[in-house]
């Protein structure tokens, strides 16, 4: 399958904003975007066949208004302070570290990260995963050259009790072994150009590489 044989793929997504007098909080500055993702047929019905979450982190605001960039990740959620860990340099400097440096000279310091996605079992295997996350990073990294996402299959992750949706990813029938599982997540994941980062779990591209095309 090349990309001229490749389905059309529908994102939808709903989202607010809030804003407060004064300083804005940290979380102000982070956007956070989840949505339903939908196959569309030669007459364009829609068949929903997954998920998708994302964050856009607009640090240059943040800098702009005296924001320490610790205080950006940390008041947001502990999984965020793990992309401050990787990405940035210690001490509150708005700047990429030297292993980010090593991979590219990104020159915007805001951060698109792909945060989930998730495929029904009936559309797996069909390339369309790689389709959608080229999409996210093609219709929402304006202004965020690097794109950042940290590979970890979904079986593994810590959920207190099932749910509908849960249930319809027969997450139960996917493999055992963490390790194996996540290296084969990563060799996925190249196939749209993104990169290992050295020393961590993330796997980052500019938004200004091609992509490759998806066979």
Known sequence: MNDQELPTILLRW???????PGMPEPNEVIYEISGDVFELDD????????????????LELALN???????V?????????????????????YDFNENVGKIDD???INLLILN?????????K????????????????SGAELVAMKPFPLQFEAIRESNEWR??????????????????????????GFVDLPGTPMMIRSKYWKFPEIS
Not at 84 to 92: E, N, R, T, V
Not at 128 to 133: E, F, H, P, Q
């Open 126 to 141: 069909k390339k369309l995963g790689l389709v959608v996350l080229r999409h996210m990073v093609e219709r929402f990294s």
């Open 73 to 93: 990740f940390d008041d947001h959620s502990d999984e965020l302070c793990k992309y401050y860990d990787a990405l940035f340099k210690p001490g509150g400097e």
């Open 65 to 71: 208004r005296g924001k320490h960039i610790f205080e």
């Open 116 to 124: 989930k996605l998730e495929i029904l079992p009936r559309f797996r």
């Open 167 to 192: 249930d319809q990813m027969e997450l139960d029938r996917f493999p055992k072994f963490e390790t194996a599982t996540t290296k084969k997540l990563h060799d996925y994941y190249r196939k749209i």
């Open 106 to 108: 990104f020159m915007g």
């Open 14 to 20: 709903s989202n607010e904003s809030t804003t407060s």
């Open 43 to 58: 007459v364009e019905n829609e068949e929903l066949i997954g998920k998708f979450s994302l964050y856009y982190i607009d």
